[in-house]
């Protein structure tokens, strides 16, 4: 069935270090990739998406990959800062009605 | 300030006991939905609603119910037939079905007692 994998579930670096999640899909007729952060106690917020026609996005120290044959997408996040401490998802979309989520990265960062 | 507002930020409920999620918007959005967060998992989809009055299952409805009688406004009902109601329920909007990006409101926390 439709399914995302997020890796690794938790992720604990040095400040000013960069970060990796990555996350698999299975649906190939996803073609909508959102990313949300969600702090503690809130609700989750998009942080950054892509569309199946582009490989890579940048904003400012966050930026999206996505490799279609391999069915895989990474969020990268440089210069690591204390506010980026939260639990992030990934997510596929297969059609305008459905959006799967990942299980979340908890992403902790050392001072 | 727009946004989405869900009451209360706890809620407990006893046994047997049907208990109603508060899920308000001012975004002049059509379409809510109502996702439930367990730990160590992603969200999954419990109902969404395109436009007042209609709205469709998700992925893990049995337990729920749900009303739109107003744009503004998408209460979810966890009844006595959900067994395992101990969740995060966060409740999103979109601006019409189809469009991805999702708003999501601070969510409520449901325990049993």
């Known amino acids: 069935g439709e399914n995302v994998e997020q890796h690794p579930s938790t992720l604990s670096v040095q400040e000013g270090d960069s970060a990796v999640i990555k996350c698999t899909y299975s649906?190939?007729?996803?073609?909508?990739f959102p990313w949300y952060k969600q702090e503690l106690g809130k609700g989750p917020q998009l942080i950054i998406d892509?569309?199946?026609?582009?490989g890579e996005k940048k904003d400012q120290r966050i930026a999206v990959t996505l490799n279609k044959t391999a069915k895989h997408f990474s969020l990268h996040i440089t210069e690591t800062q204390p506010e980026d401490s939260a639990v992030y998802f990934c997510?596929?979309?297969?059609?305008?009605?459905?959006?799967?989520f990942g299980s979340g990265t908890r992403l902790s960062i050392r001072p | 300030d727009g946004g989405i507002t869900q009451s209360p930020k706890y809620l407990f409920r006893k046994e047997g006991q049907n208990v109603t999620l508060s899920c308000e918007q001012n975004l002049n959005h059509d379409a809510m939905y109502w996702y439930r967060q367990d730990p160590g998992q992603g969200l999954r989809l419990i109902y969404y609603?395109?436009?007042?009055?209609?709205?469709q299952k998700g992925d893990i409805a049995e337990g729920y119910s749900v009303s739109r009688e107003k744009k503004e406004s998408f209460p979810l009902t966890v009844t006595s037939a959900q067994k395992n109601p101990t969740a995060f329920y966060l409740c999103?909007?979109?601006?019409?079905?189809?469009?991805?990006?999702?708003?999501f409101g601070s969510g409520t926390q449901l325990s049993v007692l």
């Open positions: 649906d190939s007729a996803s073609n909508y």
């Open positions: 997510a596929a979309s297969p059609s305008a009605s459905k959006i799967i």
């Open positions: 609603s395109q436009i007042v009055n209609d709205f």
């Open positions: 999103a909007s979109s601006i019409r079905q189809g469009n991805e990006k999702l708003f």
């Open positions: 892509i569309r199946s026609n582009v």
